[in-house]
């Protein structure tokens, strides 16, 4: 027991030369940075941006925040218009379907293309994949990222990586008729 009373103050030397004050401190102004760099990112860095696919088949927000473009209004949303990312930085899109009808009418999906992706073609082709929930399985190249088909509340979600050449890249719901509507985008690496 003795000599612990020795060990106890020295121990606490030690620790407190090594993390002591200036690295506390350092660690509360990168906390605060973070924040406000993004108050979407989460403790991994991701930032996640939830999107709302609705009846009049649009990708809508419930708030206009950084790193998003919105347009007009529509019931308790805003329309999304684009989403703007740096080179390489990762992206959680989370999407929920809001709609009283049956998915085979209603569903929704985020599909992010490639800059050289020929969107018409694309969504021609989807139209036709039913079998496969409208991703044209022989067009795998032309896409970056997509999720699953959402149904009348369901959420699916997809995590990707922004490419490094910047661009703007379109993203689409590929159910049929729904890019027609206007249910699109643009993820605008800058
Ligand atoms: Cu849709």
Redo the contacts with the bound molecule.
């Keep these: 027991m003795r000599y612990l009373t020795y060990l106890l103050p020295l121990m606490f030397f030690i620790t407190t030369a090594c993390g002591g004050g200036s690295g506390d401190q350092q660690q509360q102004a990168d906390e605060t940075t973070t924040e406000a760099q993004s108050s979407a990112a989460d403790q991994s860095g991701v930032r996640t941006i939830e999107i709302i696919?609705i009846d009049q088949?649009k990708f809508a927000v419930e708030s206009d925040e950084d790193g998003i473009s919105t347009g007009g209004e529509t019931g308790d949303y805003l329309l999304l218009e684009s989403i703007s990312a740096e080179p390489g930085e990762e992206i959680r899109v989370v999407l929920t379907t809001e709609s009283d009808l049956p998915a085979t009418a209603m569903?929704?999906?985020f599909v992010l293309l490639t800059l050289s992706a020929d969107v018409d073609a694309f969504v021609n082709a989807a139209s036709q994949a039913k079998d496969n929930d409208y991703i044209p399985a022989d067009m795998s190249d032309q896409i970056i990222a997509h999720t699953e088909l959402a149904g009348g509340g369901e959420t699916v979600e997809v995590t990707f990586t922004a490419p490094e050449e910047t661009g703007e890249y379109e993203y689409v719901?590929s159910?049929p008729g729904?890019y027609a509507a206007g249910?699109r985008g643009t993820l605008n690496v800058e």
Excluded: D, E, K, S
Aim: glycine fraction near 12%.
């Design positions: 696919g088949m569903a929704h999906n719901c159910f729904h249910m």
